[in-house]
């Protein structure tokens, strides 16, 4: 049996990991700023943004996302043909 090997990420999927990846870094940060003013109610917000952002980027890393959404849009990535490209 040949070894299968892990889908290759475009373009399209790296930027839309680090776009994502700046997302959770930007709402962390926030959440830990709402904290040190006291504001809880906003750091709970950010704190679940920044979680559900961070689920997010990671099936954009792995694949497993089908859409990616680019906060600009969202982008569907068709599949190549078996033997395309070769």
Known sequence: ME???PPRLSG?????????AVVTAIC???????????N???AIVCFVVA???A????????SRARLLVLII???TERPKAAGAGR
């Open 55 to 62: 689920w997010y980027d990671v099936r954009v890393w792995t």
């Open 40 to 42: 809880v109610g906003g």
């Open 28 to 38: 962390g940060a926030g959440g830990i700023g709402e904290v040190t003013i006291g």
């Open 3 to 5: 070894p299968v090997s």
């Open 12 to 20: 399209v999927r790296i930027s839309c990991g680090i776009i994502w």
């Open 73 to 75: 849009g969202v982008v």
């Open 51 to 53: 979680a559900g952002s």
